[in-house]
């Protein structure tokens, strides 16, 4: 007789677990962002446009946000967005309703549920930080935003410096060709002027012509009687 009881109640019990464990039927009341986890700070998954039917797997007990799936997929929806039918109404899903509705109340782990459902996403590379917390994670990646900033801020510094320093190089480049210039050309002045100096009527054939030499008779003193050049 105990062991037919048994039986019996194992038979109740497999007949009425999936009506326990069944998703409620819910529907979004605005277009809104299904989420990787129960917070507005996790990445958005898909935007479930309103009026549309979501399955609603389980909500936190102590958050009211709802494990929801939507087209095949999983994320998170806060419950002020999705209303499901009680008594032949529509309400909008919070911690009262979960019983009655048959909704499960569940705990949200992010390793757990980002295995199951984001292996795809980009998202899930940083896995171990979203773990952590969005905040965490936020709190991280602005760090590292910040040291790359300043890693490019110093390439960028250092980058700025070797240009002048190749600026500075090519302005000594260009007046050391100045200066060159400047002395061929006090070269050819030099040269315009001695070969401008043998050109002069008076050095015609490299020496002295006598056409220009002063007359002797202008000046007692320049040539004395029986000076041959005084003829």
């Known amino acids: 007789m105990k062991s037919l009881i048994v ?4 038979a109740a019990m497999f007949v009425l677990a999936p009506a326990i464990v069944q998703a409620a039927e819910g529907y979004s009341t605005a277009n809104v962002n299904m989420r990787a986890g129960p917070s507005t700070r996790y990445p958005a ?4 446009p309103a009026g549309s039917s979501v399955e609603i797997r389980g909500c936190l007990s102590e958050v009211n946000w709802c494990d929801v799936e939507f087209y095949g997929g999983r994320g998170w929806v806060s419950g002020q967005y999705v209303q499901a039918v009680y008594q032949q109404r ?8 979960y019983r009655p509705l048959g909704i499960p109340m569940i705990g949200f782990s992010v390793g757990n549920y980002w295995d199951r459902n984001y292996r795809g996403r980009d998202f899930y590379r940083d896995r171990d930080r979203w773990s952590r917390g969005p905040d965490y994670y936020y709190r991280n990646r602005d ?17 700025w410096r070797g240009d002048n320093r190749r600026d500075d190089r090519r302005d000594d480049d ?21 070969s401008d100096f043998r050109d002069l009527p008076q050095f015609r054939g490299g020496k ?12 007692p003193f320049v040539c004395r009687p029986g000076d041959p050049s005084c003829d």
């Open 90 to 97: 529509r309400v909008y899903v919070g911690p009262q309703y």
């Open 45 to 48: 998954v898909a935007v479930v």
């Open 208 to 219: 002295a012509d006598t056409y220009n030499r002063p007359d002797p008779r202008a000046s």
């Open 7 to 10: 039986k019996i109640t194992a």
């Open 143 to 159: 760090r590292d935003r910040d040291r790359d900033y300043g890693d490019r801020n110093r390439d960028r510094d250092r980058d």
């Open 174 to 194: 260009r007046r050391d060709d100045n200066r060159r210039s400047d002395r061929r050309e006090n070269d050819n002045r030099g040269n315009t002027r001695s």
